[in-house]
């Protein structure tokens, strides 16, 4: 072959390899774009049966996972990895249609004796058993591309013990010991059946927390960011941190906070906050792997955060049994998470005398512009969620009614490339389309097609809501700026100005959620099976049996746990299989039920930050340009009270402004237990820093430890005597003995401080 033959070959093969990469960005671009406006539009009108909207949603992710997510970086550019990518997304798509098909009743001319696929458990035809299995393998394996292989092994496990199980019934198989559970177990049909073709796995629990709440929580962050509502955060926390000494940690600490509430991803938050702070952090002479350490752990308890705890706050609504409300939730949390980032404040700035850190210059404080109009975009879509969520309306509902208002103001927003008549335009269909539909209100739902009736003004009011009439008029205007909202994106995607803005931002919703996706599928099958099959109350059972009525052992494996499985699952997944697997545990021990999963999604957050595996950590040292584990220790240390405080309100519910059963809530209880947290916070924060005033020795470092360990470990009992308030009362004491000998001591503190 001729060199020009060579040269020729290699070019049509660079033509073909771009021509398939352009085809493959506009695909994804496509049912990105699409994934987005169906769960929007679907989670308000229920338009479809809840499997077949499952079967759309999941269906679409696991095509995208396929198409995002390489079947190994070392393969990524082989020409068959390319291909084999394209066949396993579409048959993802084509096993997930089946599903809907089988479901929907428009369809219901194929279905097998008449019957949906719901309907016909346990006498499923053979096409049922082959799509179920080739979707369930699937499933599985787009889930080990997204997060990789814990959750996938941890299916695999399930499936086999439940297959084994049957096959020591019926094949006379070595019957499993008393502590490996056994039951009953099941075939493979039934697994298949069980896990993919019902609606208890893959498109169960999981996925339906994760439609209805988690990706459009995705969206709202998305849209937000476009909206420049982000920056305002950065600003505001630099306006009233940057002086302060180690300022731009606390911005890192406030900004990071504030943002994570609203995305829930840690490592997202590290990033986004991250390239702002951490450059400021190392010229205010914070060292690199400090810095990464202190953004990680701000950016891991932004999902602690209410009103939104990065949608936690509304899987908790379906998860916790008997049901509460979402104000119930958001009371609960917000003192732990006040004291959480009251900790990391705390040791930066104990941390930042030691260092002698700076704050920001005048200058770069007044560079910091705070726009008047991304506050208002702010607190306009804050306060709208949270008015709506108060006055009762469903969390989906809620949020998408802040997204119209985001999206209202990003029309009026000046740094988007749009051109004047787009915006013009853009704000005028909003308006009209809102207007229209406020005259549905007075038509006569009979005299109107059955599909349409859904959209009438006067058919909807969300049914959590008291028929009150401002109630009834806001859900009546909610409804009508939903409406308007689906003519605005409509027309944002049609208009050649707006549509960059609106499909990016769509765009980076679902590459930042398919991942989300495909492991709720994956933890699904888990679920499908434990419920299936009752294991989950005897593995309660079981740990019960080796802990008794020992609940800080109790809560120490399930600590344990939660870590070892966050470590390699996102936290919101991690945090709805520890739910499901010991959620009742806990309750049986006595701990309040919301207490209980406020535990578990603690230590699915704090995972983030735990070493050998934390990816907060890992995010914030790429940025840093530090060493990893040095860095992920750090963030470990700087987060330290957030692997404390779960424990503490379990024992003192008052944190969480509960009281056990039987007991009423009391003022006393609450400043009792607030001000024995935050004295042991300043006692830890002092003990980590070695510094207050002046460098702490080390007696005085070790009483500051013993005096945390006094307040934070809440010892109510010994024996039969109450102690609980002695040894709180002992612990504060020996804190402030320790405060005023190093106070006394230091005559020039200033002269005491440490180089970094």
Partial sequence: MSDSQVAEGQVTKKLGSSRYESVKKSVVTFLGVFLCLFTIFEVNYNLLQPQSALAVFVGIGLMLCFLSYPISPRLAGRPWSKWLDVVLAALAGLTCLYVLVQTEPVFSSTWSGGFSLGNRAGSETTADYVVGLVGLILVLEATRRSIGLIVPLLSIAFIAHSYYCYGSLEYGWPIMPDWLLPHAGQNMKDIVSTTFLQSLGVF????????????????????????????????????????????????????????????GSAVANAVTTGTFTIPMMRGARFPNHIAGGITAAAASGGALVPPVMGAGAYMMLELVQPQVTFLTIMKAAVIPAILYYFSILALVFLYSRRLGASGLNSEEIAAKKLSGFEATVFIGALGTLIGLLVLGFSPFRSVTGSLAVILVFATLRKKLDISPRARILAFTSFFVVLILHQFTANLDPDSVPSFFRTFLASSWVS????????????????????????????????????????????????????ALVAASACVGVIIGIVQQ??????????IKDVVETNLFLALLGIMVCSLILGMGVPSVVCYLLMATLMGSLLGELGVLPLVAHLFIFYFGMMSMVTPPVALAGYAS?????????????AAFRFSLVGFTLPFMFVYRPALCLLAPPGTDLTWWA??????????????????????????????????????????????SKIGESNVGIAVDVFGALLF?????????ISKDPEAQVEPA
């Fill in 533 to 542: 099959t009752g294991i989950a109350n005897d593995f309660s059972s079981v």
């Fill in 670 to 715: 609450v400043l009792h237990a607030v001000a024995a947290a935050t004295v042991g916070i300043l006692a830890l924060a002092a003990g980590l820093a070695g510094y207050m005033r002046r460098p702490l020795g080390f007696f005085q470092r070790a009483l500051m430890f013993v005096s945390a360990a006094l307040l934070l470990a809440p010892i």
């Fill in 621 to 633: 040292a790429s940025i840093a340009e530090s060493p990893i584990m040095k860095t992920s220790f």
């Fill in 463 to 514: 049914p959590q809501t008291n028929a009150v009439s401002a109630q009834l008029t806001i859900g009546s205007l909610l409804e009508s700026s939903i409406v308007g909202m689906f003519g605005l994106l409509i027309f944002g995607l049609t208009n050649p100005s707006w549509r960059p803005q609106v499909v990016t931002a769509f765009t980076k919703s679902a590459k930042n959620g398919i």
């Fill in 204 to 263: 169960g629990p999981a996925a339906t927390v994760m439609f209805k709440y988690v990706f459009l929580f995705v969206i709202f962050g998305s849209f937000l960011e476009m909206s420049g509502a982000t920056q305002f955060i950065i600003d505001f926390a630099t306006k009233t941190f940057g002086r302060v000494r180690g300022g731009p940690a606390m911005v890192s600490v406030m900004a990071s906070g504030l943002m994570g509430s609203l995305s």
């Fill in 736 to 744: 402030f003995a320790v405060i005023a000998s190093n106070y006394l």
